[in-house]
């Protein structure tokens, strides 16, 4: 703990557990700006211990030798700060826990483990009466984990859009931009370091999902886990989606969204994610390569977007030594960090009860009365159409007697979208539905 001294003598010890692509960068910066983080936070911050899998592995950066061992349970129970920047849910559940039974104020950038355990981290903080801190957990360098926890405390959030994953908005913008096939897009993304080896949890949306509990917990201030997010990757997205995306005027994006609905229908949160049209005006539609970017709405404030660097070493390393320099402060001068905040308990709704918008590509008859038939359809089933486009279809022989419509509604809940396609499936207008995409931002 810190001594009673002079701000200039005062030490907190700080062990870092894992030095690869982040703890790497958040060693160097604590060493090379020593003097700029004693004065920012009022102690020197001395790391005592860097815990590895391998203390042999070579390795690009400076971590001096003496420092680096693989007793990692050491590492995490005696220090003031422990920064957990493993990954993954064991050990590093097991060791945060261990670090606050030992006192330690704790930092880590480990979505999956919040995702997954985050009510029995905040517990665990509380009941060691030291903060627990976690920005580069969500949108890397992005201050949005702060934002939504401290900086709209006095408002009621009412829903939050954002790209959070590099990697799979690299690939998209790839595919966008350059016409590459997600699989070229996604060699190219692991020869750049963006992807990991395995990309699982990036292309299949589980690292986004883990992003978007988490946005959604601390939004709507509602226990939201991994199970509760409803997810779809972008392993589907093809070369002709990205065309027609185009042809509509929008861009094709993989989106977490975390809705609170209070209508006649339902009331509650709606968490998911999934790859989406957005239209060019869109601000998310212009976020390009690796970059994410967090589109907050509330009551009172309106609008908020919040863009930058979402992964890499620096640009979280940044983010995790805000949260060093926070919660260092509060050991030094009194304070703590927020607490878990689940007051509103609000039921998470099933992806059925989300609201968005289809675009909705048919073959049919190009025929008078078609479009009225279709038209009726969506009105039958509560949809509101908000436009439509026809484009010629010719056959193999050479007829002309069908027509491609593509219709974009405005939103509806999806159990009435679902319902209209149905009803266009079995229209005897309809030849066959072609393909149908979420269009989302407005
Ligand atoms: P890396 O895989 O690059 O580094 C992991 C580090 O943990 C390595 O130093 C590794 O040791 C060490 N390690 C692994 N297992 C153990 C163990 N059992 N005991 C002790 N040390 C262990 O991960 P990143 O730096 O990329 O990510 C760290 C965390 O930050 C993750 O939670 C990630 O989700 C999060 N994050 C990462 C971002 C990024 O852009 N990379 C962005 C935002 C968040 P060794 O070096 O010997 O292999
Ligand atoms: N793999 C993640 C991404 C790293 O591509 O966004 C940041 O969490």
Known sequence: ??????????????????????GSQVIRLLTEQADDFAARSGARLEITGVAVRDVNAPRDFAVPQDLLTDDATAVATGNDLVIELIGGIEPARTLILAAFKAGASVITGNKALIAAHGPELYTAAAAAGTDFYYEAAVAGAIPVVYALRESMAGDRVTSVLGIVNGTTNYILDEMSTKGLSFETALATAQELGYAEADPTADVDGLDAAAKAAIIASLAFHTRVGLDDVSVEGIRKVTADDIREAHASGCEFKLLAIAQRREDEHAQGVSVRVHPALVPNDHPLASVHGAYNAVLVEAESAGRLMFYGQGAGGAPTASAVLSDVVAAAAHRVHGGQAPRESSYASLPVLGPEAAVT????????????????AMASVFAENGV??????????????????????????????????????????VSDRVAEVVSIQRVEGE
Not at 357 to 372: F, K, N
Request: hydrophobic share 40%.
């Open 1 to 22: 703990m810190a001594q009673d001294l002079s701000p200039a003598q005062r030490t907190l010890t700080v062990g870092v557990l894992g030095a690869g692509t982040v």
């Open 357 to 372: 918008r289809y675009q909705i590509q048919l073959r049919s008859d190009d025929a008078v009365g078609s479009l009225a």
């Open 384 to 425: 509101s159409i908000n436009s439509v486009r026809q484009s010629a279809y010719v056959t193999s022989d050479g007829s002309q007697d069908q027509a491609v419509v593509t219709f974009v509604t405005h939103p509806a809940p999806v159990f009435h979208l679902d319902a209209a396609v149905e009803g266009l499936r």
